[in-house]
């Protein structure tokens, strides 16, 4: 926690209208099973963080029969990677709901220091400052038994484990009842590859939320209680200090 230096909202808070509305914002840098989507969701329910991930995102879009999610849909029927410049202009619509001052938490978004820089532009002009860039490690034997045991649903995107977070019925999403999958992703190869791969493209993203004194690196194989404490503590808005 050495890199960190600013601490929850003061960055930037008091400098104008865009940091007073602006509330906690936070972006989550980790490998596939680093536990980002586990700790944003709780977040979420504690302290009213939104959950901003562009893969929730694309698949409401389509839902939603949006024009990106029609854009989009192409691109996912072939299994080909949905451009850049969907998700960019679908995260920021996104983020521009979370102007009333909720606080967000983006998980899985940026991952290239091209969108990095996009997102320090957007913000500056909407939301005011990051709050803190987590950047979760963890262990890559560690990460295998979690991926391998990993279970999807492919209607709502509900994340099983079958050892440490298992549906109430083998097999089944608790709730829509489909059928529960194991991404081919989460195979013991592929997912060491990913993960080879994460740190790869992550590299210059961390070196870039660094330099900028954002960096607040946690150890992700701790429990999920745990590291909410440990992030919390770090950028929960500072307390009222009580009038004598
Ligand atoms: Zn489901």
């Not at 791969?197 to 992700?220: E, K, M, S, W």
């Amino acid at each position: 926690m050495t890199e960190f230096q600013t601490r929850g909202v003061s960055a930037g808070a008091g400098s104008g209208p865009a940091a007073r509305r602006a509330g906690i914002g936070l972006v989550f840098l980790g490998p596939p099973g680093a536990g980002k989507g586990t700790l944003a969701k709780t977040l979420q329910a504690r302290a009213g963080l939104r959950h901003i991930s562009p893969g929730d995102i694309l698949r409401q879009a389509v839902r939603d029969h949006t024009e990106y999610g029609r854009r989009a849909l192409t691109f996912m029927r072939t299994g080909d990677l949905v451009p850049d410049e969907i998700v960019d202009a679908m995260m920021q619509a996104a983020l521009a709901q979370a102007e009333d001052g909720s606080g967000w938490v983006l998980d899985g978004y940026p991952r290239t220091t091209a969108q990095a820089d996009l997102l320090d532009g957007f913000l500056a002009s909407r939301l005011g400052t990051l709050s803190a860039v987590v950047h979760f490690e963890i262990g890559e034997d560690i990460l295998l038994r979690r991926l391998t045991g990993r279970r999807l649903c492919p209607i709502c995107g509900a994340i099983y484990h079958v050892d440490y977070r298992p549906p109430r019925s083998a097999g089944r999403c608790d709730l829509d009842g489909a059928e529960l999958v194991a991404r081919r992703d989460d195979a013991p190869d592929t997912a060491l590859h990913r993960f080879r791969v994460f740190h790869a493209q992550t590299a210059p993203l961390i070196d870039h939320y660094r330099c900028r004194g954002l960096l607040l690196t946690v150890n992700a194989e701790q429990s999920t209680e745990d590291l909410y404490d440990v992030i919390w503590e770090a950028v929960r808005p500072p307390r009222a200090t009580p009038l004598p």
